[in-house]
């Protein structure tokens, strides 16, 4: 089990909820910095990976983007068996999506690792104008069922980073599902988080980490 203290551990994520919600914008803008008006969508899942060093640790995010299509439902399972961190979206522009990230949470509460950590993301906060889920019904739900919330707008930027961040930060998720990575020699692009002020201080590098 991987501790805090210079560690190098590995966390398996996914994300679900329906398709169009932007689950699949969220993990470019986190992964590459990069955002498409247009996004074809996820066939069966994606896979991304992406590193935070941080001041404790340097995590590796093994990210499951899955489809959103009800055709692709029944593989759900196979991507959120062992994952640490599960991040339910909805777009803030559609209550149809908001009943069906429910539904994915129920699904996650039944099934899901026993000490996973659920994130409820509600995307496209940009679009303000168009809003049908209040800001409010996000907060109280997640409240009710323990989930973490934050608005984002992978257009924007908007809590990009702050949500992944907020997995590493709960210590639950380290203690009981991050597994150490073998010692090895590697080379990964990454960014650097620190907090400055209550805000976050981003930075692009390229590393060749010697984990002897």
């Known amino acids: 089990m991987a501790r805090t203290g210079n560690k190098n551990i590995q966390a398996k994520l996914v994300l679900l909820g329906d398709m169009g919600t932007g689950k699949t914008s969220l993990v470019l803008r ?5 955002f498409f008006d247009y996004q074809e969508s996820t066939i069966g899942a994606a896979f991304f ?18 489809a959103g299509q009800e055709r692709y439902h029944s593989l759900a399972p196979m991507y959120y068996r062992g994952a640490a961190a599960a991040v339910v979206v909805y777009d803030i522009t559609s209550m149809e999506s908001f009943v069906r990230a429910k ?6 509460q039944r ?39 934050l608005e984002t707008s992978a257009k924007t930027a908007q809590n990009v980073n702050e949500l992944f961040y907020e997995i590493e930060d709960h ?37 060749v980490a010697d984990q002897r």
């Open 111 to 149: 099934q899901g690792n026993p000490s996973l950590i659920m994130f409820l993301a509600g995307n496209k906060a940009d679009l303000e104008e168009k809003r049908k889920v209040g800001l409010e019904d996000g907060e109280q739900y997640a409240k009710e069922n323990g989930l973490v919330f």
């Open 30 to 34: 986190f992964v590459k910095g990069q």
């Open 49 to 66: 990976t992406q590193v935070l060093s941080l001041n404790e640790a340097t995590i590796k995010f093994d990210i499951w983007d899955t």
């Open 171 to 207: 210590k639950k998720v380290e203690e009981d599902c991050f597994a150490a990575l073998d010692d090895t020699h590697t080379c990964y692009s990454t960014v650097f988080l620190d907090r400055c002020e209550g805000h976050l201080s981003i930075c692009w590098k390229f590393i």
């Open 103 to 108: 539904k994915w949470v129920q699904e996650l």
